[in-house]
């Protein structure tokens, strides 16, 4: 088992243990850039979508990255076509 960035729980874990210091008006938008600096650091998509489910914040940060990633899949097989 790993115990990096690409293990669900270790996101969800450090997800949660830094929310609590953040200021509530600036946790959906720190959500969001969590989930865009894992995501830059390699972590997939699958992880990101096991790592769902701890947290509300969490979950929509991810739910928005993952359609964004989709439509962008999308937008490209349809400029191809």
């Not at 509530?24 to 600096?37: H, N, T």
């Not at 993952?66 to 191809?80: K, R």
């Amino acid at each position: 088992m790993s115990h990096g960035f690409d293990d669900e729980a270790v996101i969800a874990e450090v997800w949660t243990v830094f929310k609590e210091y953040l200021d509530k008006k600036s946790v959906d938008q720190a959500a969001e850039r969590f989930v865009d600096l894992l995501a830059d650091y390699g972590v997939g998509d699958d992880t990101l979508a096991q790592a769902m489910g701890t947290d509300s914040e969490l979950d929509t940060a991810i739910n928005y990255y993952l359609d964004i990633e989709e439509s962008d899949i999308l937008d490209e097989e349809e400029d191809w076509g």
